[in-house]
């Protein structure tokens, strides 16, 4: 990058980038804890002889404990490109991480089975003890479908080929998403990577454990693109951006190659070309 990125310290967003902000030790700790109290009830059915209990949460006690640790991604080189779009260079990105697919999965499953096991065995009960228990059942019935949807798009998003920012020699096409942003290289008028804090409406102190995320934004004049912006409001733009960290290549040479065919539309001819993914690798060795 050629700036400082804004500090965290006392900001809610900022340019540049901070990709390994300080660890989140109260996630940590509090998956770990749950975790550990998932498996101790899991061995304390297994004691009572309730196997049935037992199993979802020991399967439920491992995708809590391994969240936290979800943060390994290989490096992947970028490509030369010819589809649909034309012929260009491929900035690769990572799909939705697998443990994070498995998570929702084990999630949506246990949403969906544990409220029918809760009232085949409360069925003995009051008359108001079980409406209570159909409503609360119903909400996580509801919840559940939603987590398996949302793993069924997470598996759609990882078996969807050539994924990644597309740079040919006459437009840019965001192949990150379902449905791809485009813009012609005329309408740019920067690259900018920045970054935002988000924290709930009670939480009035920035603090370490703040989720921070960061965005590779194109500033585009307004309406001169096609396609859906989903991560715009998340991002605090109206203009087409991707998250940065599911960037498979050098985040700092990707950002680099997007400004370098900006500013020398000269160049552009030889996106496609293995020209262009030489000068990927330049940047990515501080060439």
């Keep these: 990058m050629t700036q400082a990125p804004t ?4 900001n809610d967003s900022g340019a540049g980038w901070h990709l390994h902000p300080r660890r989140r030790y109260l996630l940590l700790v509090g998956a770990l804890l749950v975790a550990a109290m998932l498996a101790t009830a899991a061995v304390k059915a297994l004691v009572d ?8 949460l020991l399967v439920l006690a491992g995708a809590v404990a391994v969240l936290p640790f979800d943060n390994s991604r290989r490096r992947l080189a970028p490509t030369t490109y010819d589809g649909p779009e034309g012929r260009g260079t491929l900035l690769p990105v990572h799909g939705v ?11 949506g499953l246990l949403l969906l089975l544990v409220p029918v096991f809760a009232v085949t065995e409360g069925l003995d009960g009051s008359t108001g003890d079980n409406v209570l228990m159909v409503v609360i059942s119903l909400f996580l019935l509801l ?4 987590m398996l949807v949302g793993a069924y798009g997470g598996v759609r998003s990882r078996l969807t080929p050539s994924k990644g920012i597309l740079l040919t020699p006459t437009r840019i096409v965001l192949r990150t998403q379902a449905q791809p942003m485009s813009f012609g290289w005329e309408v740019v008028r920067g690259v900018w990577p920045h970054w935002t804090r988000h924290r709930g ?4 102190v920035p603090t370490p454990e703040d989720p921070i995320h960061n965005w590779l934004s194109f500033d585009v004049e307004p309406g001169r693109f096609d ?4 991560l715009g409001p998340g991002a605090r733009t109206s203009s087409p951006t991707l998250d940065a960290e599911k960037l498979a290549s050098d985040p700092d040479a990707v950002l680099g190659l997007c400004r370098l065919y900006l500013e020398h539309p000269e160049l552009r001819e030889e996106l496609g070309m ?13 060439g």
């Design 49 to 56: 002889g309730k196997v049935w209990a037992a199993v979802p």
């Design 7 to 10: 500090p965290l310290t006392f």
């Design 97 to 107: 991480r697998v443990v994070s697919i498995l998570a929702m999965l084990v999630f």
């Design 274 to 286: 293995p020209a262009a993914l030489e000068r990927f690798r330049a940047l990515a060795s501080g």
């Design 201 to 204: 409406w009670t939480d009035l």
């Design 227 to 230: 396609g859906e912006n989903p």
């Design 143 to 146: 919840f559940g479908l939603l």
